[in-house]
């Protein structure tokens, strides 16, 4: 495929999925930061419910899943068309041939992300440039756990998959440097996380450029799904379960 071809690619992969939401948060960013308040006195609302009655909100709930793990067919049937021997899941290490391996490192990159994470986030909060985030609806039902927790399996396979299986591949075949490759996907990870705030898209920045290495070095992103998975089920679930408690609400 030639550059142009490729570069033409990656703009309409990124158009259709984490790009437009880069766009759409850096405008939020811009509103939020200028509305009464500042920053300090808006929400970041995730997972929030999508109708009062409670079918329709889970069957919303449920297509907005579905149709969101579309954008990562479509980024692993376009690496699937280039002409290597290695299925595309094995190219990018989401395959299950290192069970034990890649749920280990998983789970020790969700504690070195985790907990700072959440440092910077309290942080940003101090200082008034972070947005407060609410993770969960404040209405659950009893599926409402179960729905969280594929919420966040199809944000850890969306951002992991396109971001760094799928654009760190494309921009290394356009002869970016790693370091250029790694800087610029962790750019596109913050930038979709402006409308948290300042404090979020430099976390998500910082978490980037951890994960871009992760991947320049092992080529394996199934360590990077897990651990996504993991920071987003206890951000999501936890909340739920704790925010009144922990006076959060």
């Known amino acids: 495929m030639s550059d ?5 690619e990656v703009w309409i992969v990124l158009g259709l999925s984490l790009g437009a939401s880069g766009v759409y948060s850096f405008v939020s960013l811009i509103r939020k930061a200028t509305a009464d308040g500042g920053l300090k006195g808006q929400t970041a609302t995730l997972n929030a419910s999508q109708d009062s009655r409670e079918v329709f909100d889970f069957v919303y709930q449920v297509l907005g899943i579905g149709f969101a793990l579309v954008i990562v067919a479509l980024a ?3 690496l699937s068309a280039d002409p290597v021997k290695e299925r ?8 299950l041939s290192r069970p034990r391996h890649d749920a280990l490192w998983g789970g020790l990159l969700f504690l070195g992300i985790g907990i700072p994470g959440l440092a910077l986030y309290g942080l940003g909060r101090l200082l008034g440039v972070t947005a407060q985030v609410i993770p969960a609806p404040d209405t659950s039902y009893w599926w409402t756990v179960p729905v969280l927790v594929l919420a966040a399996v199809q944000n850890a396979l969306v951002e992991e998959v396109v971001v760094i299986g799928y654009l760190m591949t494309r921009l290394r075949q356009l002869r970016w440097s790693a370091a250029a490759t790694i800087v610029a996907a962790a750019a596109l990870r913050g930038s979709y996380h402006l409308y948290q705030g300042v404090g979020p898209g430099i976390g998500n920045f910082v978490m980037g450029l ?9 080529r394996r992103v199934l360590p990077l799904v897990v651990a996504h998975t993991l920071l987003d089920v206890v951000a999501f679930v936890g909340y739920l379960l704790f925010a009144d408690s922990l006076g959060l609400k």
């Open 4 to 8: 142009r071809r490729l570069k033409a």
């Open 76 to 78: 692993l049937y376009l």
């Open 88 to 95: 595309v899941t094995q190219r990018i290490g989401l395959d």
């Open 210 to 218: 951890v994960f871009g290495y992760w991947f320049h070095r092992t």
